[in-house]
């Protein structure tokens, strides 16, 4: 059983890899939204509690998919068109980042609320909870902090303003 997860795990998640490196998919796009916005702060978890299912190996593959899928998202969220100006680029990743880390935060909200009596059941050490706590508090920071100030950053630099005011409307 073991096997054939790491298998599948395999195959699903380099085929992503490979789509979204050719950009005939994005990791930023709604379908995506439950694996990025609800398991990656998990990964630490889903180690303790399905330890019989998942092998060590799946569970490199979900730890790399997940670090891929993090770094996509806070640095490039939103793939380049030559037809955009790269300040709106930015601030509409920032949009994409913001709304993933509010729908990250309702969705571990429900999580908690749902599956709490679940977790209890398993007699899992309350030190593993409290870190997977940490580490899902610290996600959902991460993403609503990184798209705020991508915002804000560039909402305040606009060039266009400072070219028609003679004022400086640009942060140095």
């Given at each position: 059983?073991?096997?054939?997860?790491?298998?599948?795990?395999?195959?699903?998640?380099?085929?992503?890899?490979v789509?979204?490196?050719?950009?005939?998919?994005s990791v930023t796009s709604k379908?995506?939204?439950?694996?990025t916005g609800f398991l990656i702060p998990h990964i630490f978890l889903l180690s303790v509690i399905g330890n019989e299912y998942i092998?060590?190996?799946s569970l490199v593959l979900l730890v790399i998919y997940?670090?891929?899928?993090?770094?996509?998202?806070n640095i490039c969220p939103v793939l380049r068109d030559d037809s955009e100006n790269i300040r709106l680029m930015i601030m509409s990743g920032g949009r994409t980042i913001a709304i993933l880390g509010l729908t990250a935060s309702l969705l571990q909200c429900i999580a908690y609320i749902a599956f709490w009596t679940v977790i209890e059941a398993q007699n899992i050490p309350d030190n593993i909870l409290i870190i997977d706590g940490?580490?899902?508090?610290?996600?959902?920071?991460?993403?609503?902090?990184n798209g705020v100030f991508r915002i804000i950053l560039t909402s305040l630099c606009d060039p266009e303003n400072r070219k028609r005011t003679q004022r400086r409307t640009c942060l140095p």
């Open positions: 059983m073991k096997n054939l997860i790491f298998v599948l795990l395999l195959v699903l998640m380099t085929g992503i890899i789509f979204d490196v050719k950009g005939k998919i379908w995506n939204v439950w694996y092998s060590i190996w997940s670090l891929y899928c993090l770094v996509r998202i940490i580490i899902t508090g610290a996600y959902v920071l991460l993403l609503l902090l």
